[in-house]
């Protein structure tokens, strides 16, 4: 690898225990493979081995007893840099459950929220009345937001981010561009539209679930990583491996050396924010 080798920053993994709590997005053959526990002892042996020295842990389900124990677990590994919990941003008392998990073990390591908009049928939801409030609530607490879409709710997320300046928005997985299907519009120009807000962040991350398996080894990722490279630029572009997500067709060490391959013509300052300064700005690392 010719990025920085140590003090790298995964920023976007996640674990869980499927005898806690079911992971009920877990459905069908193709994602059979997931349906086991994945612990932060596991991740731990591959990602310092590729490197990486700290993590932001992110939420996967949309129930409240999940983010108080990934703050207890931050709390307790020393790998995990950092938590992306999720809360009802709806609730009229938001502010005050973000004060409320703050206070908690660990609750120093919230840094972040995040709801599963991808499964909102509404592509509008982020620019609801009481959804808007509860971004307010977020960006005044001092954390940022992820947004995990799908590429035609991108122009909300623009539009969310124009009315809430104060708030860091971080793009998930490039917005789940079709890789698969070599399309890029009108995915490109929205997501450059986002781009062109200066609260606005990108992780390269989970690009290789929605490529096809053939060809995201060949430079089948390199249109979509160019993009997001030109758009955002290094000082807001984050390396994420979506552990354990990604395992569905490539190991921790292969997302690595493919962000590697996606930023190899940059210098090793630009390498440097992706890998590592990004995230630990935007973080509080």
């Known amino acids: 690898m010719k990025g920085p080798r140590t003090g790298i920053v995964d920023a976007h993994h996640h674990v869980w225990d499927l005898s806690v709590r079911d992971q009920d997005w877990i459905e069908g053959p193709e994602l059979a493979p997931l349906r086991r526990n994945f612990t932060v002892e596991e991740l731990a042996r591959e990602a310092r081995a590729a490197g990486v020295a700290r993590t932001v842990l992110v939420q996967t389900v949309t129930v409240a007893e999940e ?12 790998l995990i840099g950092a938590v992306v919990g999720w809360t009802d941003l709806t609730r009229p ?42 971004l307010a609530a977020v960006a005044e607490a001092g954390l940022v937001y992820d947004l995990v879409v799908l590429p035609h709710q991108l122009p909300a997320c623009a539009r ?16 789940k ?30 690009m290789v679930t929605e490529a096809d398996p053939r060809s995201w080894g060949a430079g089948g990722l390199v249109p979509y990583g160019d993009t997001v490279l030109e758009a955002f630029g290094p000082g807001r572009l984050m390396f994420g491996s ?31 924010e992706i890998f590592s300064g990004t995230a630990t700005r935007v973080y509080g690392l």
């Not at 124009?162 to 997985?173: A, I, K, Q, S």
């Not at 979506?242 to 630009?270: F, M």
């Open 67 to 78: 983010t108080p124990e990934f703050l207890t677990l931050a709390e307790s590994d020393e």
């Open 93 to 134: 008392d938001v502010a005050d459950e973000l004060a409320r998990l703050r206070e908690l073990p660990g609750g120093r390591h919230l840094r972040g929220v995040r709801h599963q908009v991808q499964g909102e049928p509404d592509p509008r939801w982020l620019l609801r009345e009481d959804v808007r409030r509860g």
């Open 160 to 175: 969310a981010a124009e009315r809430h300046p104060g708030l860091t928005f971080v793009l998930d997985h490039l917005g």
């Open 177 to 206: 561009p079709p890789i698969g299907t070599g399309e890029r519009e009108p995915w490109a120009t929205d997501v450059r539209a986002l781009a062109a807000l200066p609260n606005t962040v990108c992780k390269l991350s989970g």
């Open 242 to 272: 979506d552990w354990p997500v990604c395992t569905l067709v490539a190991s921790y060490a292969e997302v690595v050396d493919i962000a590697d391959q996606l930023t190899e013509k940059l210098d090793a300052g630009e390498r440097e």
